[in-house]
């Protein structure tokens, strides 16, 4: 692996590290590129601010410290700086406005929710028989693509549907259309496979391949030792030679 672009710190709550050992981690471990894209922040207008993000008072020591080491490991490694952000229909005209005034360089999307969060917190991680769910986070990551913002998208799988398959794979069917269309590579996410989670999908990946979408490999390192992942890895890329993947080593930046 030549580039990773999905690397947490420990701002969001629930990684660990500092973001010098996630530097070195990447320096050891052979990368060329590094890319920090920790969760965006996220305020309702009730004033209160979404969890497991970065906090909007933690905006200016993320970029302060994340181009400290740039500026000190350039000879080492290249950084980027962005943020995963969520598309939620009713906040993301603010949350990006917010993002705007940052040094931000690209955003991936991972569609943690659906709804906007509040007032029903409908996370997609949790297990859903309902296809109206299903419906309704699909029509958020194509209208997310649309917007031409996102430089990716995250493990396009994180809508826990436990419904039939072939159900789920016609009404996934559109995040590929909507990927090609919109030039949007997909995500072999690395933390699903090495937690052995529900994602990623092999089905989805197969149909992936079929539809001549670009995808590309991220780690979603909580941890520093997350950023050497040789068990992913191999997952991935028997992946790529089975269902014949157009995977891309780097992406092109897109600034939000
Ligand atoms: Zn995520
Ligand atoms: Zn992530």
């Known amino acids: 692996m030549y580039a990773n672009y999905h690397t947490h710190t420990a701002r969001c709550g629930h990684a660990v590290g500092t973001d010098e050992e996630y530097v070195l981690a990447g320096i050891e471990a ?31 020591d993320y970029f302060a410290s994340l181009e400290g080491l740039r500026e000190k490991y ?15 229909p009713a906040h993301y005209e603010s949350m990006l406005e917010r993002i705007r005034h ?31 769910y299903l419906r309704e986070y699909v029509k958020e ?11 990716y998208l995250c493990h396009p799988e994180v809508f826990n549907f436990i419904g039939p398959e072939d159900q789920y794979l016609e009404e996934m069917h559109p995040i590929l259309v909507a990927a090609r269309e919109t ?8 933390l699903g496979i090495r937690d052995h989670r529900y994602y990623p ?15 590309i490999f991220g780690l979603d390192a909580h941890a520093p030792q997350n950023v050497s992942d040789p068990y992913s890895l191999a997952i991935a890329e028997e992946w790529v030679k089975k269902y014949h993947l157009h995977l891309l080593e780097t992406v092109e930046l897109r600034k939000p």
């Not at 350039?74 to 939620?88: S, V």
């Open 74 to 88: 350039r000879d080492q490694i290249e950084l980027h700086i962005g943020f995963e952000l969520e598309y939620y």
């Open 183 to 190: 030039g949007t590579p997909v995500e072999i996410n690395f």
């Open 30 to 60: 052979g990368y060329r590129i590094l890319g920090f894209s920790d969760h965006g922040p996220c305020r309702f207008p009730d004033g209160s601010e979404s969890g497991y993000r970065v906090q909007i008072a933690a905006l200016p």
């Open 141 to 151: 990551v194509c209208d997310a693509l649309h917007t031409g913002s996102f430089t």
């Open 102 to 132: 940052t040094d931000c360089e690209y955003l991936i999307l991972g569609q943690h929710a659906i709804y906007n969060e509040l007032p029903d917190l409908l996370m997609s991680a949790r297990p859903f028989k309902e296809v109206e």
């Open 201 to 215: 999908r092999e089905n989805f990946f197969k149909m992936a391949g079929e539809e001549h979408v670009d995808v």
